[in-house]
């Protein structure tokens, strides 16, 4: 008997299960609500901290499917739990029985327009770090003019109780130096400045790419919150903040904001875990069985996790938690059904 998987998101944490899964001998269903695979990779231009070409570490993982059954623009419908295995109507009508469930539905952005105060869709010039990867990829946004003065934006919508979250999203420090170089090799005469509270660059190389964004661009980076933005007559923006460091207000006039939009919980993640009855922690991310010992089971038999789906994750980290879950899912098959073994075992004499 070869055993059903349903993977639910075709984002990096979905796609590297699936192959993993699948070359283990699994059957394997993979399911991507959107048009296309990817996830929120799909979207970004280079990575940090070396500058790899998303596309690339994208084709990559979407080539290692290999055989791998997969439908986009297909949700969850309905689902039924079994003594050993769930019954999952999809949207797009058809109805896969599964021995494992693995949920990687990934993270939302933060909603930039909910901090009122930054005016992201009120004045034109302010921007977010997902509209800046976008520009990246394509080269057109209008409103990216030849801006001479650039202010980045760090906690948006992150370690912040006022907006609902009160943790770091982990990868948007890093993105925010990796994104401050770029615009500077785009617009060489521009200055370029960062509001941080904090600097969270915790991985590896991460600190040499600050090092380089201040020696090699003159990037400056200010200790302090943006407090109030407001747009001039001539279209050019006006940000409020207090330097930390030397304790002072400080005002600057700028032709670019970006605001480094934060990681939250995927609402449609949410809506396909409250069908499965999964349980979601005080900060809105599922809640797995042990954080250290079983990060990729979540409390219920048969039910799984893997990526940002339990919280902010780097594409490594993403990648490796994947690669946990397919390990978890298979030592929980072997246990339940442990007539598939020889099976199993032939597909991997033969792999
Ligand atoms: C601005 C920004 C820049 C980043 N840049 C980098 C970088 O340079 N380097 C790096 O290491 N990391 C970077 N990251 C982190 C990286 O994007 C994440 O680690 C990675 O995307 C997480 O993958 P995932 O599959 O868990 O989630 P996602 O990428 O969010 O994918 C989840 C997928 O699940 C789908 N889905 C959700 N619900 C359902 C459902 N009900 N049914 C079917 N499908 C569903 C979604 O449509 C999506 O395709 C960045 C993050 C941000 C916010
Ligand atoms: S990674 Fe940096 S910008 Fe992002 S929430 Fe944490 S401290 Fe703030």
Redesign the pocket.
């Known amino acids: 008997m070869k055993n059903n998987i349903l993977i ?8 590297e299960a699936s192959a993993q899964l699948q070359r283990m001998g699994y059957n394997v269903i993979l ?4 048009p296309r ?5 799909a979207k ?1 231009d ?4 070396d500058g790899v070409p ?1 596309d690339d570490v994208l084709g990559g993982l979407i080539k290692e499917l290999n055989g791998v059954k997969y439908f986009t623009d ?3 419908r309905a689902i039924n739990r079994l003594e050993k295995s769930y019954n999952v109507r999809l949207t797009n009508g058809i109805t896969v029985l599964s021995d494992a469930v693995l949920v ?4 939302d ?1 933060f909603d930039a327009v909910r901090k009122e105060e930054y005016g992201y869709g009120i004045y034109d010039r302010v921007i977010t ?2 509209d800046l ?1 976008a520009w990246f990829k394509t080269g057109s946004d209008k409103r990216i003019d030849n801006p001479r003065k650039i202010g980045f934006v760090h906690c948006v919508g992150s370690r912040d109780e006022k907006s609902g979250c009160r943790s770091c ?1 982990k ?2 420090c ?2 925010a130096v ?1 994104q401050a170089i770029e615009v500077k090799q785009a617009f060489p005469e521009a200055e370029v400045f960062c509001f941080y509270m904090d600097l969270r660059l915790f991985g590896r190389h991460y600190e040499d790419l600050y090092l380089k964004a201040q020696k090699e661009y003159g990037i400056r980076f200010i200790r302090g919150r943006v407090a109030e933005v407001s747009e001039n007559i001539d279209g050019t923006l006006v940000v409020k903040a207090e330097d930390t460091v030397a304790s002072k207000p400080l005002k600057a006039t700028l032709d670019l904001l970006v605001l ?4 939250r919980p ?1 609402a ?2 949410k ?2 875990g409250d069908l499965l009855e999964m349980t979601v922690e005080e900060d809105g991310y599922f809640a797995v069985r042990s954080g250290i010992a079983a990060g990729q089971r979540s409390p219920l038999p048969g039910l799984f996790l ?4 339990t919280g902010p ?6 990648l490796a938690d ?1 690669r946990a879950a397919a390990v978890e899912i298979d030592r929980y098959l072997t246990e339940i059904f442990p007539d598939a073994r020889n099976y199993k075992q032939l597909v991997r004499e033969r792999w």
């Open positions: 639910i998101g075709g984002g990096p944490a979905g796609l399911i991507e609500k959107s695979l990817g996830g929120h990779l970004w280079r990575l940090f901290p998303a297909t949700d969850i990687a539905s990934g993270f952005l770090n997902a990867e999203s990868v948007c890093a993105t990796k480094m939009s934060g990681m995927s449609s993640g809506a396909v893997a990526g940002a789906a994750k780097t594409l490594p980290e993403t994947a």
